[in-house]
């Protein structure tokens, strides 16, 4: 069994992707992250930095981070 990686771990991989958080975009515990280059590519997440991470969470910041990575691979 593996353990859990926190919000603020999600919140770090997205900083290192280039992603920013939409300050006026979430509400209460959720925070809305957007890629400057690729604004369809965002992740809404919630939970507090020190709360564990859910596997959907997870797989929304890897889909996002390789879409971006996709995106800028391969500019249109």
Excluded: N
Excluded at 65 to 70: E, G, L, M, T, W
């Amino acid at each position: 069994m593996r353990v859990p990686r926190k919000i603020r771990q999600l919140k770090s991989d997205l900083r290192k992707a280039g992603f920013v958080e939409r300050t006026e975009r979430g509400k209460g515990s959720h925070a809305v992250w957007e890629h400057p280059m690729d604004p369809s590519a965002f992740v809404t997440l919630s939970g507090k930095d020190g709360a564990d991470a859910q596997a959907y969470q997870e797989k929304q910041v890897r889909v996002a981070i390789s879409q971006v990575q996709r995106a800028v691979e391969m500019p249109e």
